[in-house]
């Protein structure tokens, strides 16, 4: 029996933590221990999972010195975020506000001024880089707003004197003479 042979309890415990996980590094985690114990080599289970023999060699120890948890991802070093679950909820919800019904002068949130308003409102600040960055993590967007009168203006009138410009515009061209 090699190393890598596993009961079928073993196989039917590492299949159904498998299909449980809704984390891709925990799914391929497991494939590759399941496909090292039907006898692929490091080589082809890198290549057929798109990722290094590094990669494999790591799971393949970590499986060993910890069992099914050491397929788990490890927790992440460092210190907490100070983008809280309680700041982000808050972030989401000025971003989704027009910033005129929270009394401000401007129609339109820049990174600037929503980090302001949020350090307002929690006491944190980060760098409109950093800001940036957690609003993309949130899935927002953000760019330049394009500022236009469409909407305010009189639309028909606009037409009328578009339409006369384009007329004074075709009277004032040059004639061009034409060839014999």
Same mark, same amino acid.
């Given at each position: 029996?090699?190393?890598?042979?596993?009961?079928?309890?073993?196989?039917?415990?590492?299949?159904?933590?498998?299909?449980?996980?809704?984390?891709?590094?925990?799914?391929?985690?497991?494939?590759?221990?399941?496909?090292?114990?039907?006898?692929?080599?490091?080589?082809?289970?890198?290549?057929?999972?798109?990722?290094? !023999? =590094?990669?494999?060699?790591? @799971?393949? *120890?970590?499986?060993? #010195?910890?069992?099914?948890? &050491?397929?788990?991802?490890?927790? $992440?070093?460092?210190?907490?975020?100070?983008?809280?679950?309680?700041? !982000? =909820?808050?972030?989401?919800? @000025?971003? *989704?506000?027009?910033? #005129?019904?929270?009394?401000? &002068?401007?129609?339109?949130?820049? $990174?600037?001024?929503?980090?302001?308003?949020?350090?307002?409102?929690?006491?944190?600040?980060?760098?409109?880089?950093?800001?940036?960055?957690?609003?993309?993590?949130?899935?927002?967007?953000?760019?330049?707003?394009?500022?236009?009168?469409?909407?305010?203006?009189?639309?028909?009138?606009?037409?009328?004197?578009?339409?006369?410009?384009?007329?004074?515009?075709?009277?004032?061209?040059?004639?061009?003479?034409?060839?014999?």
């Amino acid at each position: 029996m090699s190393r890598w042979d596993l009961s079928e309890q073993e196989w039917d415990a590492l299949d159904r933590m498998r299909f449980a996980t809704t984390e891709a590094a925990l799914f391929r985690n497991v494939t590759i221990i399941l496909m090292t114990a039907a006898g692929r080599t490091k080589a082809s289970i890198a290549g057929d999972l798109g990722c290094s !023999r =590094a990669t494999v060699d790591n @799971v393949r *120890q970590r499986y060993q #010195q910890y069992g099914r948890e &050491g397929l788990r991802r490890a927790p $992440v070093p460092g210190r907490p975020s100070r983008a809280t679950e309680k700041y !982000r =909820a808050v972030l989401c919800q @000025v971003v *989704q506000t027009p910033p #005129q019904q929270m009394g401000y &002068g401007f129609s339109v949130w820049s $990174v600037a001024r929503l980090g302001q308003h949020l350090k307002k409102q929690t006491g944190i600040s980060f760098s409109e880089d950093q800001l940036g960055r957690l609003l993309h993590q949130e899935g927002f967007s953000f760019q330049r707003p394009k500022h236009t009168l469409k909407g305010k203006r009189d639309e028909a009138a606009y037409e009328q004197a578009r339409q006369e410009l384009q007329d004074m515009k075709k009277k004032l061209s040059p004639r061009r003479p034409t060839p014999c």
